[in-house]
């Protein structure tokens, strides 16, 4: 079946470590994004990208790191730069813009930072 | 910019409707959605309205549109357990970004 998956679930890091996570969609969607949930605040885009070799930055991009040399991938690295990185991360894609603009999540990955 | 609002807690008897309200604020919105979000899963799509419409009816779920006030709502008939969840409302931005409202939690007492 088509979807996104979101690798690891569950994370935890120390202080000053990068991390990496991981979303890989085999839905053929050009348009990928990533979000932060924080509990009572809704989503936040962080990076988004349209095509392949290109993305740009949302709303609270700062710490963030991305790229998109895949059309199925679309990794999301949190470094050492964010400041209270503990946080739910959902990756999404969607369809061009033709359509009606549906997002397709993946299940997450929770980040916590000790 | 642009601003969706939720309010955060909504609770109903079992069997009872549940409507969850949301306000949007720019008028140039072709879609508006509504999505769930059960826990620690991702966000699905539940529903969504045509800009053009002021009703949406599927199953036990209907979507009223008021573009005058800027106003989406959500009625669950019939809520069951099941529908225990974060509902999200949603906007397209100047047709290129979705914003998303802060979620409503909707809980089912016996």
């Known amino acids: 079946d088509g979807g996104i998956t979101q690798s690891p679930k569950y994370l935890f890091r120390k202080e000053g470590q990068n991390v990496t996570l991981s979303c890989e969609q085999n839905?053929?969607?050009?348009?990928m994004y990533w979000y932060r949930q924080d509990p009572g605040q809704g989503l936040r885009l962080i990076y988004y990208?349209?095509?392949?070799?290109?993305?740009q930055k949302g709303d609270i991009a700062e710490g963030y790191s991305v790229s998109r040399e895949k059309k199925e991938s679309f990794p999301l690295t949190v470094t050492s730069a964010q400041k209270n990185p503990t946080a739910f991360y959902l990756c999404a894609s969607s369809i061009p813009a033709t359509g009606t603009g549906e997002l397709f999540f993946g299940e997450g990955s929770r980040l916590t930072v000790l | 910019g642009e601003d969706v609002e939720q309010s955060l807690f909504l609770s109903v008897r079992e069997g009872d409707s549940s409507v969850i309200n949301c306000t949007y604020t720019d008028s140039s919105s072709t879609y508006l959605y509504w999505y769930k979000q059960e826990p620690g899963a991702g966000l699905q799509l539940l529903t969504y309205i045509f800009s053009n419409m002021d009703m949406k009816q599927d199953q036990r779920l209907t979507v009223l549109l008021n573009k005058k006030d800027k106003h989406l709502s959500l009625r669950i008939a019939d809520t069951q357990t099941g529908d225990s969840a974060i509902y999200f409302c949603a906007d397209v931005y100047r047709a290129s970004k979705i914003i998303f409202g802060s979620g409503t939690r909707l809980s089912i007492r016996p």
């Open positions: 839905l053929n969607h050009d348009a």
């Open positions: 990208s349209q095509i392949v070799n290109d993305f």
